[in-house]
């Protein structure tokens, strides 16, 4: 997957923001007041703030990474600050209810689904069409309209067909017989939508739009696998380190912690899958079926958000015994534990 939301990267991770040096003070607020910067017409479907603090060379905006505020973060020569929204709007008069604070409770929605927001940037399309603001791969694409086709023309043609390689996929969308298979299956669908009026071209654009939706949750499912692929490599590790007794109970420990996001991912994309598993209610009800779609679309995208530099860190990391990935397992453990581990609370009877 590919983050277009106009970051440098073209990962979903984003490198960490500049410490704060120094707090915001009055000498903060003369330089950027200081700075001759143009401030360009607004635009509703962008960032375009209005104070010249948000105009300085290289600030954007990011979660912090402890708090998971957002924060903006400016550089002033040799001074780099990451001001959280309170302190920046005390600290630049910026007041409540202007268009300025309007758009820092949008930039907060929109850290949601991208890891970083430069002023002047395009407001992303979740929050503003309800389409999504990174991109999938075309191997995304083929797996959801070949799953589409493959359920179409088994539910109305009586021919179970099974399919799971994306290359046997791609060839079964483009086989003659395939599309014949898929027009009597449309004609069953017309009759039961009472569709008339080209009703062949109607269906095959709806569904079009469908796999179009549904290729963004194949491209969450695809980068989700390396969730569990986290999970295979504790296996790996209690073995490289089995006579490291401390280390490998911690893995043993962060095993139990990992199957409680791994059992409610998997339970999310059945989800997603329901949507579909009706094809003539989705398509009765279109609109609604996109909308839940996009919902848990970008309900997963923050999900992975959360893991996205984890993730690189395994894909990275060599098995093998080393400080690397002993830290690795250090700050997996640490994430794991302040998400997923049970407390149970003890009340005296009364």
């Known amino acids: 997957m590919t983050d277009t939301s106009g970051s440098d990267e073209t990962t979903l991770s984003s490198e960490s923001p500049p410490a704060p040096d120094a707090a915001p003070d009055e000498t903060v607020a003369e330089k950027a007041a200081q700075e001759n910067v143009l401030v360009q017409p607004m635009r509703d479907t962008h960032f375009d ?9 290289g600030a954007f905006f990011c979660q912090e990474p402890n708090t998971k505020e957002p924060v903006l973060n400016i550089l002033l020569g040799d001074l780099k600050a990451a ?18 604070a309007r758009l820092l409770e949008i930039i907060e929605q929109g850290l949601a689904f991208v890891k970083k927001i430069r002023p002047g940037e395009e407001i992303p399309g979740e929050l503003l069409d309800g389409r999504a603001s990174w991109s999938v791969e075309d191997k995304h694409r083929i797996i959801a309209k070949g799953r589409l086709t493959v359920q179409i023309v088994s539910s109305f043609t009586g ?13 079964v969308v483009e086989d003659p017989q ?5 027009k009597a299956a449309f004609a069953k669908i017309a009759e039961r939508l009472k569709l008339t009026n080209n009703a062949e071209q109607y269906l095959s654009d709806r569904i079009d739009d469908l796999a179009q939706e549904l290729s963004y949750i194949e491209a969450l499912r695809d980068r989700f696998k390396h ?16 006579t490291d007794r401390t280390f490998c109970s911690e893995l043993n420990r962060m095993q139990g912690l990992i199957r409680k996001p791994l059992r409610e991912y998997d339970l999310i994309f059945d989800q997603a899958d329901a949507q579909t598993g009706d094809i003539v209610g989705a398509l009765r009800n279109f609109h609604p079926t996109i909308q839940f779609i996009r919902k848990i679309r970008d309900d997963l995208r923050a999900k992975l958000l959360e893991w996205e530099d984890l993730l690189q860190g395994w894909d990275e990391v060599t098995m093998e015994r080393s400080p690397k990935v002993e830290a690795l ?8 534990a302040s998400r997923y581990i049970e407390t149970t609370v003890w009340k005296r009877g009364g």
């Open 329 to 336: 397992q250090k700050q997996t453990y640490r994430f794991l």
């Open 83 to 100: 001001l959280a929204f309170p302190t920046l709007m005390e600290s630049f008069q910026i007041e409540e209810g202007t268009h300025d």
């Open 159 to 171: 021919n179970e067909m099974i399919v799971s390689d994306i290359d046997e996929l791609e060839q």
């Open 49 to 57: 703030f209005q104070h010249k603090v948000f105009s300085l060379p």
């Open 227 to 242: 969730i569990r692929r986290i999970d295979q490599a504790m296996a790996k590790l209690a073995t490289i380190y089995r």
């Open 178 to 182: 395939t599309k014949e298979r898929l």
